[in-house]
């Protein structure tokens, strides 16, 4: 049974630092592409962050570039985004996502994802 299961959400001070794990059971997530995206109250879920299953690929998107880092464990099945400079902005239900098949790169393009985590949530105030 594939599951994403996300951690390391919480309370953070602006211009603060978290990083959120992924972990994946019931594939071997290397041959995967990975997302992570976000849901703030009242607006639609987007694309954040991806990496490619291929050559490990990053992708960003604009709001976050040069403030947080995708990267993936395989030895541990595990991939992660650490959030730096964090703004209030950023405050969101974040979630993992994996397509079902290996090798499809679906980039932010939530509707090729097939499992996704359950959330965590990440709130940005002082």
């Known amino acids: 049974q594939v599951q994403l299961v996300e951690s390391g959400g919480g309370l953070v001070q602006p211009g603060g630092s978290l990083r959120l794990s992924c972990a994946a059971s019931?594939?071997?997530?290397?041959?995967?592409?990975i997302g992570w995206f976000r849901q703030a109250p009242g607006k639609e879920r987007e694309g954040v962050s991806c990496?490619?299953?291929?050559?490990?690929?990053?992708y960003y998107a604009d709001s976050v570039k040069g403030r947080f880092t995708i990267s993936r464990d395989n030895a541990k099945n595990t991939v992660y985004l650490q959030m730096n400079s964090l703004k209030p902005e950023d405050t969101a239900v974040y979630y993992c996502?994996?397509?079902?098949?290996?090798?499809?790169?679906?980039?932010?393009?939530?509707?090729?994802?097939?499992?996704w985590g359950q959330g965590t949530q990440v709130t940005v105030s002082s």
């Open positions: 996502a994996a397509p079902r098949l290996a090798g499809v790169e679906p980039m932010f393009v939530i509707t090729e994802y097939d499992y």
């Open positions: 019931g594939f071997t997530l290397d041959y995967y592409a």
């Open positions: 990496i490619s299953s291929s050559d490990g690929s990053t």
